[in-house]
């Protein structure tokens, strides 16, 4: 009887643990296909780059190309191209929107945390009012105050200028919300400690604040880059007369027209315009789990 018990006890163990097994590649199963979902479009992108145009245009599908080549990438890069604007080059293109996401990039991280600070630690009248029409601001589509923005901008003779492309969109009310939730969770005792040993309130918002908002401001600062460094539309309005600052995404447009479109160098103009964006999310992956936790923290 007591073996019977047992073989009947290790038995159910054993399909347990086997069940546990199961759920497990299962998941992996499920995990796996969704990367593949994910991935595959940018992978085929990328391979498809490298292919002649005879085999990006061919009927029949083959994933790798029969015979590999960059002369997509060499004719992305040959200076002057047929499908530009004159005075546009893809380098050039690529150097602008650098610019100006780099530019956008420091002028936001800079106004909106002061904006968060003042939001979250000073007492000012107003305040209330002010936040609550910034957080309802938060829910109104930039595509409906893009008519008002380009009427302010025309009327202040921004157009076809460098600071059209960046002032516009360097106050981000999402970057506000999420430093001021952030710097609520600061306790006041560290702050009030400096104010009695005589430290100015930009003196902590340098030394304090900023030092322990290194997470945030690369969440939001990738954020930032990514929304310039992607933007098409508003370039599209403001400078469309100045090529020397067309946008990267801008100026891929030029590759689909009225004769047609020029697959290879689509294709290999989208790939050159990924890679800063895969870069940053590598290198900058241990912080954006980091981003994770402190908003489902907060």
Not at 38 to 44: G, I, T
Not at 127 to 134: M, P
Not at 172 to 179: A, E, N, P, R, V
Request: net charge positive; hydrophobic share 55%.
């Amino acid at each position: 009887m007591e073996q019977n018990a047992r073989q009947s006890v290790s038995g159910g163990f054993g399909k347990e643990k086997a069940l546990r097994l199961a759920k497990k590649i299962l998941l992996w199963l499920i995990g796996a296909a969704l990367v593949f979902i994910s991935v595959f479009p940018f992978l085929w992108v990328v391979i498809s780059s490298l292919k002649p145009l005879s085999e990006i245009e061919s009927i029949r599908f083959h994933f790798f190309p029969i015979r590999w080549t960059g002369e997509n990438y060499e004719q992305l890069f040959a200076g002057k191209s047929v499908y530009f604007p004159r005075g546009a080059s893809f380098a050039l293109s690529i150097g602008m929107t650098l610019l100006v996401s780099l530019t956008a990039l420091a002028l936001s991280l800079i106004v909106n945390s002061l904006a968060a600070y003042a939001f979250a630690r000073l007492e000012f009248p107003g305040k209330k009012l002010l936040w609550i029409v910034y957080a309802i601001n938060m829910f109104v589509p930039n595509i409906a105050v893009l008519i008002p923005c380009y009427w302010v901008v025309s009327k202040l003779g921004m157009i076809n200028n460098f600071l059209v492309l960046v002032l516009p969109g360097v106050t981000y009310i999402w970057s506000i919300f999420f430093y001021r939730q952030y710097y609520l969770g600061i306790p006041r005792s560290i702050e009030e400690a400096a104010l009695i040993d005589g430290c100015s309130r930009i003196g902590i918002y340098i030394r304090m604040f900023v030092p322990m908002s290194v997470t945030p401001f690369i969440i939001m600062g990738l954020s930032v880059f990514q929304g310039f460094w992607n933007s098409y539309l508003w370039p599209m309005m403001t400078v469309q007369a100045n090529p020397a600052l067309y946008q990267v995404n801008q100026l891929i447009a030029y590759f689909r027209n009225t004769q047609g479109t020029a697959w290879g160098l689509l294709l290999a103009g989208t790939t050159v315009t990924c890679i800063p964006l895969v870069l940053m999310l590598v290198v900058m992956q241990r912080y954006i789990m980091q981003g994770i936790k402190i908003s489902g923290i907060k």
